[in-house]
């Protein structure tokens, strides 16, 4: 671990406890794998942590305690024990923690009723505490998630470059994951989506063992990761003589999406680049087949906030990553979707997805 | 989908309400995306089911329908809707469904909320109802169950016969997810563990960029899928010279994991097969050294129930599949796991972890 991490992890929490005392909590609960990983990190399932105004406890199960023991930085503290929940049971009556916040949304029903039974702690609701920080990327994060877009773009440009007559969607997405790993990225940040022809037409379409034919659209849907951060990228390509039908559907996406990316800048509502993207292809004729939003956050999740939809009012800001992605989809026909991901900054943005 | 498949899930699910009449409930709901599966096919993070005495729904959102409607056999109902849990109220009440079955470990605070706040309906805790029938593997999931151990097997057993210094334990990984691939299996069931020397001390090592030296154990924990039914598999081997003491630590992990397999059998308790591979490394001397339980069931999740460990009560059946897979860890020296997967049968057990 390079040492600007070790402090790292102590101005986000520490930022993370100022708004715990603006909002008069002692402390915040997260057993979410992202959050963890954002204020510890410790990338491994099985492990919460604590942020709290007398310290900050990473709780980790017997088999991980080495692990995290080896990534987790001071001031934090590992907390290794055969009954975690006993043991942090402990830490918050020994500290008077009293008001205690939670993510309603990422705890369940069970182990929140054990929560619920701990004498003298009032257990506060409040979703995306972290996640709401975690939208603002510092510069090592803007890092990796570039590392991350750069490897993604490269892989899709080599493999579209040299498509072959015959290969499955399934064997080409497994060329885009291996050209991930040679590049560095562990795992792809989600499933890769590869769509042939009328397969494209589906935005979310499976993987099959369909062969590429001549004249067929191609639809990667892909994303590498760096140290846990993601990226994002869509291409749509045509194998064989591109059909002037597929050329003005592609024409009308690009022309959407660069309006949509145009738009994008410091103070703007994310349902304006939604907006922008939707009204050109509705202008085009084409508004009842673009069929999702616009776009999504980017980071430890593939999918964050803040989402890009109709009449989103939330604002985007400085240093957020997001997804522009418009799309067009005929079904019986095929789909064209192109989808970049940006660094959003004071006068606009920087695309991220470049070679 | 083949056809004996379309009656398959029906068959399932009638046992499923067969029971829940038992337990005089009108319907389960899960959102457990392995329990979606089990019950309806559809392998799609974002759709969840309700099974009822007045007939079984898949709700789906709006971009997966298309697929849902390809996989979902009758006579479960595809639901598709922009607002799927509206939808499933108008369900609830148009059918007169009162009593619903859910589980606490499966649902967050915040969903369980709104459901909570349907009239007239009351919600009965109901933890593992479904996860406790996926434990007995009907002969389609032992089929897939079996391809997958045999894919697993082959990879592990070409990797340890074509290993060469220098490899990293990260390019081990991919090679045996690349083999993974080529044999069929889309994605790996799990992290592929690879630990070389020291590293292999750690139970839940996490792959790095160490080379291969002379004279190394080599400790490979991996699984492949098909058609989301899970295998697992832990091979150690000795690159090099095998040292006596490792020829030592491995005889004895070889006999407890022997013993342990010749315990298994229809009606014995799961923590009885513990107990046997624990006592044959007690009495060896390395006791202390057998930090984690000696196994899991299989199946759709990696580890499902029954729980094979200290003390454990529950009675191994006929058509459970678990893992066997005891191990001396020796921090600063190495490690020895050795694990496979088997079949409980009435008399004893068949392994599926074979070539």
């Known amino acids: 671990m390079e040492n600007h991490e070790k402090h790292m992890f102590a101005r986000r929490n520490d930022t993370l406890r100022q708004r715990l005392k603006d909002k008069g909590l002692d402390a915040y609960l997260t057993f979410d794998q992202s959050d963890v990983m ?15 105004q ?16 080896a990534v987790v930085q001071k001031p934090m503290k590992v907390v290794e024990d055969r009954r975690l929940l006993k043991a942090m049971a402990g830490i918050i009556k020994k500290n008077g923690l009293k008001k205690i916040g939670y993510d309603p949304d990422k705890i369940q029903v069970g182990l929140f009723k054990s929560l619920s039974s701990l004498p003298n702690v009032h257990w506060e609701p409040l979703g995306g505490f ?23 773009t490269r892989s899709a440009e080599k493999c579209l470059a040299t498509l072959k007559e015959g290969i499955t969607e399934q064997e080409l997405s497994f060329k885009l994951e291996r050209l991930f790993q040679d590049g560095g990225s562990v795992k792809p940040a989600f499933e890769t989506i590869v769509a042939f022809g009328e397969s494209a037409a589906y ?5 099959t063992k369909k062969k590429l034919g001549k004249n067929m659209a191609v639809l990667m849907d892909l994303g590498s990761s760096m140290e846990g951060y993601k990226s994002d990228l869509t291409r749509t390509g045509f194998f064989g003589k591109i059909s002037p039908r597929f050329k ?29 993207c939707r009204e050109t292809i509705r202008k085009a004729g084409f508004g009842k087949f673009y069929v999702h939003g616009t776009g999504h956050g980017v980071g430890l999740d593939i999918h964050e906030p803040p989402r890009l939809g109709i009449s989103v009012k939330d604002i985007l800001k400085e240093n957020m990553v997001v997804t522009v992605e418009p799309g067009i989809y005929l079904p019986g026909e095929f789909g064209v979707r192109i989808e970049d991901t940006v660094l959003v900054t004071k006068g606009g943005c ?6």
């Open 38 to 52: 954002y204020v510890s990190g410790m990338p491994s399932e099985g492990c919460f942590v604590l942020i709290s």
């Open 54 to 69: 007398s310290g900050d406890f990473l709780f980790a199960p017997l088999l991980l305690a080495e692990h995290a023991r």
């Open 130 to 152: 972290i996640l709401w920080q975690r939208m603002f990327k510092d510069a090592h994060e803007i890092g990796l998630i570039s590392k991350a877009c750069q490897l993604t």
């Open 203 to 207: 935005p979310h379409h499976v993987v």
């Open 248 to 276: 003005k559907i592609y024409n009308i996406v690009k022309e959407a999406q660069a309006a949509g990316i145009a738009a994008v800048r410091d103070g703007v509502a994310a349902g304006k680049v939604d907006f922008v």
């Open 350 to 355: 920087k695309v991220l997805t470049v070679v």
